[in-house]
């Protein structure tokens, strides 16, 4: 197993570029279970969790090739329409096969996803769409079994949440489906938008992308015709890094980004006393003499992502003042807490809303343990203005998620080395 080392106090300075977003590539790739023809896309990142999806592609009958930052799906020979516990286990976006092999084939076997230990994120919302546009479902076994004998058919789906990976699985089982599906509530976030998009240069009619209620026109079964792509940029690596800016107090500029989908990010840096400038494709984060708290809520974009409340936890250990956040998306996401106290963070708890007392003390490294993948940033983060060493143990988190960390810090100043335990 990997560690990460981390020698704190550093200053960063310079450029650093942004990957494409994991949660975007994941939905894009399963969505080209509905084409007929070879898909290239490219920015795309090179992260575990992105070749962990492409394994079971390759499981299900289809094959692939990277070059660069391209990869090259082809699924035209997809048989096998199970996807087994060994993959699916890993990583929770492994449910998103479950729309395009049950609109194609009419029949699946998906196992009960894994993946990061933040709460419960039951995929009911999912099962409940596909049955309302005709699929029999059950769970055996720990495998949902999903047939729909006579295809989907479209429907109406209403939401009672918003559920971004319910919004994607059921817009692609929606593309092949036979009528129009009606989505009400539907999630808004710029991944959602992306995969509406590319299905709709494949030729499914969708009206509203980008608004909470889609109308997917559905094809009765035919394949698609996909074109090449590129993902768009992972506002959560932009996010993180901005914060690495912050909590370092340095000036940094972060390239390959769209700084519309980073406005709430944006807005609360400018709230802690941060000047962020802006242009077509990157922001610059700018230092302060001073860094003010802040009161974060969670919720769906375009508000604040939950994604990055573990970042902004350890820029606001460095505030001059008390901070809170407010967790309203996921009930167990503050496991990062005990870490961050290890590293001599003040941080109270109260249900779903964190207490962060600033510049109470000197944060000062330690041996420390991610618990899931943006817990771990948040220790990154620390281990960056901390005094002295500070070793980040069960790093296949991070992995998870961000393309080459410790190369890209190092880039930019950070003193930071990978190790085997």
């Given at each position: 197993?990997?560690?990460?080392?981390?020698?704190?106090?550093?200053?960063?300075?310079?450029?650093?570029?942004?990957?494409?977003?994991?949660?975007?590539?994941?939905?894009?790739?399963?969505?080209?279970?509905?084409?007929?023809?070879?898909?290239?896309?490219?920015?795309?990142?090179?992260?575990?969790?992105?070749?962990?999806?492409?394994?079971?592609?390759?499981?299900?009958?289809?094959?692939?090739?990277?070059?660069?930052?391209?990869?090259?799906?082809?699924t035209?020979?997809?048989?096998?329409?199970?996807?087994?516990?060994?993959?699916?286990?890993?990583?929770r976006?492994?449910?998103?096969?479950?729309?395009?092999?049950?609109?194609?084939?009419?029949h699946?076997?998906v196992?009960?996803?894994?993946?990061?230990?933040?709460?419960?994120?039951?995929?009911?919302?999912h099962?409940?769409?596909?049955?309302?546009?005709?699929?029999?479902?059950?769970?055996?076994?720990?495998?949902?079994?999903?047939?729909?004998?006579?295809?989907?058919?479209?429907?109406?789906?209403?939401?009672?949440?918003?559920?971004?990976?319910?919004?994607?699985?059921?817009?692609?089982?929606a593309?092949?489906?036979?009528?129009?599906?009606?989505?009400?509530?539907?999630?808004?976030?710029?991944?959602?938008?992306?995969?509406?998009?590319?299905?709709?240069?494949?030729?499914?009619?969708?009206?509203?992308?980008?608004?909470?209620?889609?109308?997917?026109?559905?094809?009765?079964?035919?394949?698609?015709?996909?074109?090449?792509?590129?993902?768009?940029?992972?506002?959560?690596?932009?996010?993180?890094?901005?914060?690495a800016?912050?909590?370092?107090?340095?000036?940094?500029?972060?390239?390959?980004?769209?700084?519309?989908?980073?406005?709430?990010?944006?807005?609360?840096?400018?709230?802690?006393n941060?000047?962020?400038?802006?242009?077509?494709?990157?922001?610059?984060?700018?230092?302060?003499?001073?860094?003010?708290?802040?009161?974060?809520?969670?919720?769906?974009?375009?508000?604040?992502?939950?994604?990055?409340?573990?970042?902004?936890?350890?820029?606001?250990?460095?505030?001059?003042?008390?901070?809170?956040?407010?967790?309203?998306?996921?009930?167990?996401?503050?496991?990062?807490?005990s870490?961050?106290?290890r590293?001599?963070a003040?941080?109270?708890?109260?249900?779903?809303?964190?207490?962060?007392?600033?510049?109470?003390g000197?944060?000062?490294?330690?041996?420390?343990?991610?618990?899931?993948?943006?817990?771990?940033?948040?220790?990154?983060?620390?281990?960056?203005?901390?005094?002295?060493?500070?070793?980040?143990?069960r790093?296949?988190?991070l992995?998870?998620?961000?393309?080459?960390?410790?190369?890209?810090?190092?880039?930019?100043?950070a003193?930071?080395?990978?190790?085997?335990?």
């Amino acid at each position: 197993m990997e560690y990460l080392k981390i020698i704190g106090q550093n200053p960063l300075q310079g450029e650093v570029s942004i990957s494409g977003a994991k949660n975007a590539a994941l939905p894009l790739i399963a969505s080209t279970i509905l084409a007929k023809n070879e898909v290239n896309i490219c920015n795309m990142p090179d992260v575990v969790d992105i070749n962990t999806l492409l394994k079971l592609i390759d499981k299900l009958g289809g094959s692939f090739s990277k070059t660069a930052e391209c990869i090259k799906i082809d699924t035209s020979k997809l048989h096998n329409t199970t996807a087994t516990y060994d993959i699916v286990k890993t990583m929770r976006a492994s449910i998103l096969v479950l729309g395009p092999i049950l609109a194609r084939f009419g029949h699946c076997e998906v196992s009960l996803p894994g993946g990061c230990a933040i709460g419960q994120r039951p995929v009911d919302l999912h099962l409940k769409a596909l049955e309302a546009m005709g699929a029999n479902i059950e769970i055996k076994h720990g495998y949902i079994e999903a047939t729909a004998p006579n295809g989907l058919k479209g429907a109406k789906i209403v939401f009672d949440k918003v559920t971004v990976g319910g919004t994607e699985n059921t817009v692609m089982a929606a593309a092949l489906a036979d009528g129009i599906t009606t989505i009400i509530n539907a999630a808004k976030e710029p991944e959602v938008v992306q995969l509406c998009e590319v299905i709709a240069n494949a030729g499914v009619k969708i009206e509203g992308i980008g608004t909470s209620k889609l109308l997917i026109h559905g094809t009765n079964k035919q394949l698609l015709e996909f074109k090449d792509f590129d993902v768009i940029p992972d506002r959560i690596e932009a996010g993180t890094y901005m914060c690495a800016a912050a909590i370092s107090n340095c000036k940094l500029k972060i390239n390959k980004v769209i700084p519309l989908h980073l406005e709430a990010i944006i807005s609360k840096l400018e709230e802690m006393n941060f000047e962020v400038l802006q242009d077509e494709n990157s922001v610059t984060i700018m230092p302060t003499d001073e860094i003010k708290p802040v009161n974060i809520v969670t919720t769906e974009y375009p508000g604040f992502p939950t994604d990055m409340q573990a970042q902004f936890m350890a820029l606001a250990t460095q505030a001059n003042g008390t901070s809170t956040i407010d967790e309203r998306l996921f009930e167990n996401r503050f496991m990062h807490v005990s870490e961050l106290l290890r590293l001599g963070a003040d941080i109270h708890l109260n249900g779903n809303i964190a207490t962060i007392n600033g510049q109470t003390g000197q944060l000062n490294g330690t041996d420390v343990m991610a618990t899931d993948l943006r817990a771990s940033s948040a220790l990154v983060l620390c281990a960056l203005v901390a005094k002295g060493e500070t070793s980040i143990h069960r790093i296949y988190h991070l992995d998870r998620g961000y393309e080459d960390l410790e190369g890209k810090l190092s880039k930019i100043g950070a003193t930071v080395s990978r190790h085997k335990e």
